[in-house]
């Protein structure tokens, strides 16, 4: 099987080129671990053996740029451009994006969990863009296939005159470029997948009425539907289609992460000080594991809201012997950076002056993202330009990512000071629960949660944590296990389209029944749905706090007195965690995720 690859545009994090890839974690072994792959399909010739589910779908047509406009350049051009589009819509989610010219199916051991999109560039006779096999709630299929018609385009947008589907020549003219045709295409394929992983049309459809298919409005603060993936076509023009990379809307994300699960396990940004007179060239997180190896995909940069790392590129070694941590057995682990971020200029690349604030971040990743495993940070060292230790270490409280109080059904956060900082109190936290993952990059300042898009992402909730002494341990409850889900969909047998797909069965099709799929008439066909239930993650996708933390007589160097002191110091946490499927039995598991556990010096 050919397996295509693509590169990231040379554009700055958020860069502003339509198809610029946004999606930080999508490097290295963070991809390949993901259990869900997601194979874009595009025959190199027709396949007669893709399955005949539907009208029109086999055979999957060959694909070819010059069936639709063979001026935006080259066939495997186009595909890169869809593949990164249909990247960026599943980032943060444990969900694979492959693209490929042959069939996944013939490979010698197919993975066991895929679904297969077929991307042809021919035209759907009855006016479709897409056709999903079924709308698969809970994710209960482990092998299923969607269809779309690139070729659909040129019929409805692509055509001149203009005159077909939507009549607005969204891919004629100038507007007949690379990127509009791979974010017409590629949003098609995402939609489709997002069937086979749950998602109806009503999920985002806007509740007028107007397509026949009614569901929520957009939630306060997201925007517009037509800029989501999910609703039925005719609620989206051909500008809608592919002047924008759609997005999944809150909701239909939070079910995402519910189904399929996030890549993301634990996310951590802290603003530290160097409490030496001598420079820092170096910084150390010594870190236990029960995992045989960790990774980081995403590490923090800048610039971003006036923050900036002194370095890039951290590297993790380990494990290097075993540790004990309340009565369990760790691996021994070790993140360091040392390479000279180019654009910190505070001092000069990779050197934090004495006395001097800064600000380091990265997301920790396990093997299974279905299940985190815990990660406990015992230390953080900095190093002199020799590679020798610094005397004073970044202060640094113990926290957790939450547990079920079995007593009275709380899901809540603990904070601790460190044995050598007793004196250590919580200054304020602000706790969120959010719809969908908050970028590293905006896990600084006031913490304000942005999405990889730059989108401002809407919090379920925020709650407050009263200041606190630590001595005794703080507690901050987030939620109570009686609370209900922020998102809930139930699809019962007896209502329209909605059929029994128990045991993970493929549901059959009933040609009469059918309307074509993905279309700009209602109704906008989008296959069987299968019965069920399915709600999002507790206590949401993700929760985020963000916390201040100080000790009020500490020992450090004073850079405008140029002498040490003994004073106030004061350190901030940012920090991410993945809400938990099942609930209360999982929940348990998720204590102490990440902890802080050895005192500062």
Known sequence: MQTLSWKMLAVPFFGVVLCAQTCPPSYGTTESAKSHKLYLYFPAADDNTFPNYGANVSPAKAFNVADLNSAIGTTSALIDRIHSIVVDDYCELNVQVIATTSNPATLPSPPARRTTVAVGSDADPGGAWGLAQEVDIGDAIDIDFARVWGGTYLTCEGATPTGGCTTTGSLTGANATLDRWAQAIGGTSAHEAGHTYGLSHTDEDPPDNL??????????????????????????????????????????????????????????????????????????????????????????????????????????????????????????????????????????????????EFHIGAEFNGVDFNQPDPIIIQDVTLFDGGGNPLTLHPRVPIYDTGAVDAADGTFALHFAAPAAAATMRLVNATIYQLPRVASLESMTGEGRPLGNDRLPIRPWSTTQCEAAALRAGARCVVAKLSDPHHVEVVHRIGEKGVVDCGRGAVPIHHPKEERPGDRPKPLDYEGPICAGTQHDLFPSTTVYVVATFEEPNVKHFDPAKKAYVVGPVTSKVFYQFAGIKDVPAAAAAQCCKLCLAKPAQ
């Open 211 to 356: 397509c026949q298919q009614p569901g929520p409005a957009p939630l306060a603060g997201e925007d517009s539907y037509h800029r989501h993936s999910m609703p039925a076509g005719c609620y989206l023009s051909g500008d809608d289609r592919a002047s924008y990379r759609r997005h999944f809307g809150d909701r239909t994300y939070s079910l995402l992460a519910a189904n399929v699960g996030l890549s993301i396990q634990t996310m951590h940004n802290w603003d530290l000080k160097n409490p030496n007179a001598e420079d820092g060239h170096s910084l150390a997180i010594d870190f236990l594991s029960t995992l045989p190896s960790v990774t980081i995909s995403w590490s923090f940069v800048g610039p971003w809201n006036g923050y900036i790392s002194p370095w890039i590129n951290p590297v993790v070694t380990g494990p290097s012997g075993m540790a004990v941590f309340k009565g369990v057995a760790y691996n021994k682990y070790r993140i360091m950076w040392s390479t000279g971020n180019p654009i910190w200029t505070t001092s000069s690349p990779g050197v934090v002056a004495g006395g001097a």
